[in-house]
């Protein structure tokens, strides 16, 4: 059965202490009867990762751990930059790329994130690329065209058997943020469904079948359920409503009744 997959990203937000009291709570509160093919992912700040994946192996929980952003280069000099090695020794799995904020505040192009993806499936990571349109650009109309030149061009150079392993998430920047209104179920649809024809376009039916689309923007425990039932959304990317293992574990239960 197709993996769903279900995460939250904590962005610049917790400390160790915090981490590690989450990872506490999500064993306490984790859903004891969650089915198989349904794959919860956790992406703390870099200063947690690996404290976070220790907790989850050593007790046994099946939730996958990620970093928020990676370098290109295997090593260098490029201050302040983690390479893809050293997310790989932290213990994460899945590299998050391309979030709206990291294109807005430092200077993400669609490049570079093409970069990134090739070196995150180099060394057996899994690429999650974040595509998004503006407010202006769903005003206009051309929210799919938008999304759909960022999905080609992140993927640019990945051969079938690549394409597989990356995780495309539709993030509409209207939607993200403590100000964000939520996508409805039938437009967010709307977008995966023709985020999945383009995949189809490069790869063929087969392939982009199995590829895994994710919606995140204002996710919440109410619409969750809606949203995951929708033909071609393959799992959530959840902001400050699973900040909380509460409100995680909430999600999780939830999401573990309909699919």
Known sequence: ????????????????????????????????????????????????????????????????????????????????????????????????????????????????????????????????VCVGDSAQEKSWGVSSETVVKQMKIALSGIDHNQASQVIIAYEPIWAIGEKGVPATPEGAEFIHHNLRLALSDLYGSEVANNMILLYGGSVNLENSTQLITQPNIDGLFIGRSAWQATGFCNILSAINQQR
């Open 1 to 128: 059965m197709k993996k769903i997959f279900i995460g939250t990203s904590w962005k610049m937000n917790k400390t160790l202490a915090e981490a590690l009291l989450f990872c506490e709570q999500l064993k306490t509160y984790y859903p004891e009867d969650l089915k198989s093919h349904i794959q919860p992912f956790i992406i703390p700040p870099f200063t947690c990762v690996r404290d976070v994946a220790e907790y989850l192996y050593q007790h046994k929980i099946n939730c996958l751990t990620g970093v928020q952003n990676m370098h290109f280069e295997e090593a260098g000099a490029f201050t302040g930059e983690i390479s893809p090695i050293m997310v790989k020794d932290t213990g994460a799995k899945i590299v998050e790329l391309g979030h709206s904020e990291r294109r807005e505040f430092f200077g993400e192009t669609d490049m570079t994130i093409n970069k990134k993806v090739h070196a995150a499936l180099k060394h057996q990571l899994t690429p999650l």
